[in-house]
């Protein structure tokens, strides 16, 4: 299993970013997919998930109304489209997946929301 993150950045407060995972090595479309994020100091969080079957969202209240999470079962991969990003949405974001019981995790990428 593979998670490989991309789209990460410096933006600046109420700018927008669009995170990617690409995913491989596990049947893709079966999967619940996760995004999380870990800001310094703080513990990780479920920031967004995706259901494989119809394609149900999950959001934690923080992000609700700003974030959403899509899939793309063709290119096995991921989306966090992030819109009106405030300075707390500064961390990593994670991708993961709980795949016959184990979770994998890619490596993150930065997003940093700063004037």
């Known amino acids: 299993v593979q998670l490989v993150e991309s789209g990460g950045g410096l933006v600046q407060p109420g700018g927008s970013l669009r995170l990617s995972c690409a995913a491989s090595?596990?049947?893709?479309?079966?999967?619940?997919m996760n995004w999380y994020r870990q800001a310094p100091g703080k513990e990780r969080e479920l920031v967004a998930r995706?259901?494989?079957?119809?394609?149900?969202?999950d959001y934690a209240d923080s992000v609700k109304g700003r974030f959403t999470i899509s899939r793309d079962n063709g290119k096995n991969t991921v989306y966090l489209q992030m819109n009106s990003l405030k300075p707390e949405d500064t961390a990593m974001y994670y991708c993961?997946?709980?795949?016959?019981?184990?979770?994998?995790w890619g490596k993150g990428t930065l997003v940093t929301v700063s004037s």
């Open positions: 993961n997946t709980p795949y016959y019981g184990r979770n994998y």
């Open positions: 090595g596990f049947t893709f479309s079966w999967s619940v």
């Open positions: 995706i259901y494989s079957a119809g394609g149900s969202t």
